[in-house]
């Protein structure tokens, strides 16, 4: 079982910052893919952003060139660092843990981040 605890979360000005972070239970970066999602009011989750084991990183159209996802393994955690950010990028940001080879999708319970003047 595999526990993920997002935090940093906050409300925040458009074009301001943040720093989300994703703290996992035990080493699992070698093993899983992590990313972040969201989910606004109304609408489906969607992927954010993701990097694999193996360091590949993906990004949605959307936060590309304003978003960077990064990880650190020797503290279990993953970071989403969030820049240049518009009232559209309001939801709640979900920290995921995923390994294919078993199957196995962990979620964190997520955090609101909001963008408005």
């Known amino acids: 079982q595999v526990q993920l605890v997002e935090s940093g979360g906050g409300l925040v000005q458009p074009g301001g910052s943040l720093t989300l972070s994703c703290a996992a239970s035990?080493?699992?970066?070698?093993?899983?893919?992590m990313g972040w999602y969201r989910q606004a009011p109304g609408k489906q989750r969607e992927l954010v952003a993701s990097i694999t084991s193996g360091g590949s990183i993906n990004y949605a159209d959307s936060v590309k060139g304003r978003f960077t996802i990064s990880g650190d393994n020797a503290k279990n955690t993953v970071y989403l660092q969030m820049n240049d950010l518009k009232p559209e990028d309001t939801a709640v940001y979900y920290c995921?843990?995923?390994?294919?080879?078993?199957?196995?999708?962990?979620w964190g319970q997520g955090t609101q981040v909001t963008v408005s003047s």
């Open positions: 995921n843990a995923r390994r294919v080879v078993t199957m196995s999708n962990y």
């Open positions: 035990g080493s699992i970066f070698s093993r899983y893919a």
